[in-house]
């Protein structure tokens, strides 16, 4: 499974300079389709907080981080802070997923259709782990159950690989199961 | 028409479209509407996509996400490798997987076997035949 965003842990700090000998350092968590994306938000989000820029800091570490379970399903709540047509608002979404990586990439595409937000005007303020009891979302509730079971009501055969794909077909497909 | 085959924890699919087509799975957890947590005995458990499974009959007797061990030891209880190619739709994919695999030495006798299959039954049809008019 590819994922389009990838999360980095990126350490930098401000130059030492004759008054700071030992600047403070300062880590954060990113989602960067890539490392050079990664550094450049690192800067974007530091200068807000603190007096540095880039042309007067330095970039200590940078590593992917990846998941240590793929292979459990869990519960991400992501709290995120968007901007709309009209101003700057908060939210909070929850998801399914086996990965905090899928789970950030459902988030941004969900964004994108249900409210036209585009990826670079969203800034993802906390992502956490949420026991099943804490979730707050009945889209996500509706799936802690021990014993799911549900029938595919549509379903429409596909051919095996998109080579044997073909515009016209002779007769009507059989969508029962 | 109610449905019969239902996804649930330890239903059977094949999956029908992937890099992993052909394989039988089994649900071992439902990540969300579209996708399940999938497991097989020579796979590292990942998700799919509904869409690339057809569920079968068979159901297996697990919890939600067993480990590695307990799903390899109910499949062997289930007898889940039997009963697939002992199915209709099991023996259908084997016999197309052989087909698929013959080369021209094997195509040759295949064509010998049917025109002598073809004769006799001629031959019992003529018997008949000639039964029916005398």
């Keep these: 499974m590819s994922y389009k965003f990838h999360q980095f842990q990126v350490v930098g700090r401000g130059l030492p300079t004759e008054t700071d000998e030992h600047p403070k350092i300062y880590r954060m968590k990113l989602w960067a389709t890539n490392e050079v994306r990664a550094k450049s938000k690192f800067w974007y989000f530091l200068r807000k907080l603190k007096r540095v820029k880039k042309s007067n800091g330095q970039m200590l570490a940078i590593n992917e981080i990846f998941e240590k379970n793929p292979t459990t399903i869990k519960n991400y709540g992501i709290w995120l802070r968007y901007q709309s047509r009209t101003g700057y608002h908060n939210m909070y979404k929850e998801y399914r997923d086996t990965t905090l990586n899928g789970g950030i990439e459902q988030m941004y595409t969900e964004m994108a259709s249900r409210h036209r937000v585009r990826h670079h005007c969203i800034q993802v303020i906390k992502t956490a782990t949420i026991p099943a009891k804490l979730c707050k979302r009945e889209s996500t509730k509706q799936f802690h159950n021990s014993k799911i079971k549900f029938p595919l009501v549509f379903k429409k055969v596909r051919p095996p690989t998109r080579k044997l794909k073909t515009t016209y077909k002779a007769s009507r497909p059989n969508l029962f199961v | ?134």
């Design chain 2, 1 to 134: 028409m109610p449905f019969k085959r239902y996804v649930e924890v330890g239903r059977v699919a094949l999956v029908n479209y992937g890099k992993d087509y052909g394989k039988l799975v089994v649900i071992v957890d439902v990540i969300d509407q579209n996708r399940a947590l999938v497991d097989s005995p020579d796979m590292v458990r990942g998700q799919m996509n509904f869409k690339r499974l057809t569920l079968t009959d068979i159901k297996i007797d697990i919890k939600r996400v067993p480990n590695k061990k307990t799903l390899v030891a109910a499949m062997e209880a289930a007898d889940v490798k039997n009963k697939w190619e002992k199915s209709s739709w099991g023996r259908k994919l084997i016999v197309q997987k052989k087909r698929a695999s013959l080369n021209d030495f094997d195509r040759f006798k295949i064509m010998l076997a049917k025109i002598k299959k073809a004769g006799v039954v001629r031959q019992e049809l003529a018997k008949l035949k000639k039964e029916t008019t005398a």
